[in-house]
């Protein structure tokens, strides 16, 4: 575990398979497979990962497999990534390529479901080319 500043990271080689929940205020780069939830300050997923859960965290770049749903404030979904699951953002970066079956919905959308009387912010999308 980290300290509140995030000065540290911790890094799950290829070869590191997981089944559990993880839950870290550490940022995480992931390269093997998590079956379980990820919940971190910051998510970066090498190309060779493979996670089966759900993903929440401040800043999440993902380039594997992901089959759960993701919830992140600013959220980068690189060409080599497969998704399969709803997608809650703030900040949204797609690269052309990027497979994603699943609903994109902005995280004000869904705090403010039914009743929104407010006038809807309007959400950031970028795609990468």
Known sequence: MASKSNSTFSVFGSDIAITGDIKASAD???????EGDIS????????TSA????????????????DGSITAREL???KSAKITGDVFYDALTIEQGA?????????DAKAKAP???????????????
């Open 99 to 107: 497979q994603v079956e699943g609903r994109f919905a902005h995280r």
């Open 28 to 34: 995480l780069h992931i390269d093997g497979s998590v």
């Open 40 to 47: 971190c300050s910051s998510l970066v997923q090498g190309e």
């Open 51 to 66: 996670v089966k859960g759900a993903i929440k965290a401040e800043t999440a770049r993902l380039a594997g497999t992901v």
């Open 76 to 78: 980068v979904i690189l």
């Open 115 to 129: 009743a929104a009387t407010q006038p809807a912010t309007k959400p950031e999308l970028a795609v990468a080319g």
